[in-house]
């Protein structure tokens, strides 16, 4: 899709080749809407190129594909997804999949309608978030990217939705499509900003991760299976980024949560390992103590005093 010349009804018109999305998107008064959806299991395909004046997004649930873009004048470009990844790709753009072997995908596709009712337009969402302007405005015909949990489930959580979904009640697929192009631009923007260096990107979700999780009992399997890298190469990758194994990290992560309790609740010390995820009140003392110089009672304790005098300092 490129440009927007005008509507043909509801619907956009006068879709030319050219990059991403329609240019006119940051100045039309529009909105997304899903025009197709399936979840799909390929055993071996070779699709011819077609088009269609829609959007699309082909994402990898489990095994391989490829997937051929055939920009106007110019070769066929391959791109080749595993578990994960996905490609968001202008339908008006020459397009096909191949599958070798076995590939279990989800695709929607979505086109651009006149806005109605009351939620913002394609040009207000952008103009509040950069990286959805950046997105809009990209000249490339596609993007691929990779990610395992957030775009997969709100994917997921789309196609229930619209399955759910009574005639009349649209604006939840709305609001969750909307949702979805914001999660992917900003996706696409830590892509371009970390350029070559993926290695800082799996850092990145690694703690992204970890303080998500702190509460819970993980290890660094559990990071790396996140991340999907192998966890002798994300530990040693993360020690290189921040200094740090992850389980540090992880650990001085929790003593900082600990001293925000033990600040601003009345949780009882007794109770603070759980929320924290560390086994026992005994091993939470003594890496408390060893983080901070205090134990947990005495840092309270000394919290309290200089809460006390600071309050009558502004008195």
């Known amino acids: 899709m490129a440009n927007v010349s005008g509507w043909n009804g509801s619907e956009l018109d006068g879709w030319e080749p050219g990059g991403l999305f329609p240019q006119k998107l940051m100045l039309a008064d529009c909105r997304p809407e899903v025009s197709a959806y399936y979840f799909k299991e ?3 395909f070779d699709m011819a190129l077609h088009t269609h004046d829609s959007s699309e997004i082909m994402y990898v649930i ?3 594909c ?16 595993t578990k994960g990844g996905f490609i968001l790709l202008d339908g008006t753009v020459p397009h096909r999949l191949l599958v070798t072997g076995r590939c279990r995908m989800l695709n929607i596709e979505f086109r651009f309608v006149e806005r109605d009712g009351v939620l913002p337009s394609t040009k207000q969402l952008a103009e509040g978030e950069e990286a959805l302007a950046a997105l809009f405005q990209n000249p490339a015909p596609y993007v691929v990217l990779r990610e395992f949990h957030d775009v997969h489930q709100l994917l997921k959580n789309l196609v229930l939705e619209l399955d759910a979904a009574e005639s009349g ?12 192009l914001i999660r992917i631009a900003r996706l696409h923007q830590e892509y371009v900003e970390a350029g070559p260096d993926t290695q800082s990107m799996y850092v990145r979700q690694c703690i992204e991760y970890l303080y998500q999780n702190y509460d819970r009992s993980i290890q660094v399997k559990d990071a790396a299976e996140h991340v999907r ?3 002798g190469y994300l530990q040693r990758v993360f020690k290189q980024k921040t200094g740090m194994s992850i389980m540090e990290y992880l650990n001085a992560y929790r003593m900082d949560k600990t001293a925000m309790l033990l600040r601003q609740t009345e949780i009882p010390v007794a109770d603070i390992a ?3 995820g560390i086994g026992s009140r005994q091993y939470l003392h003594l890496m408390f103590k060893k983080h901070t110089g205090q134990t947990p009672v005495e840092y309270r304790k ?7 005098v600071d309050s009558r300092d502004v008195q």
Do not use: T
């Open 42 to 44: 390929w055993n071996g």
């Open 62 to 64: 489990d095994g391989n």
């Open 66 to 81: 490829s997937v051929g873009v055939k920009p106007f004048g110019e070769n066929e470009a391959v791109v080749h997804l």
């Open 169 to 180: 009640q649209e604006l939840m697929p709305q609001l969750m499509l909307a949702e979805l």
């Open 229 to 231: 890298l192998h966890p």
């Open 274 to 276: 759980d929320y924290v």
């Open 302 to 308: 000394a919290s309290r005093i200089a809460g006390y």
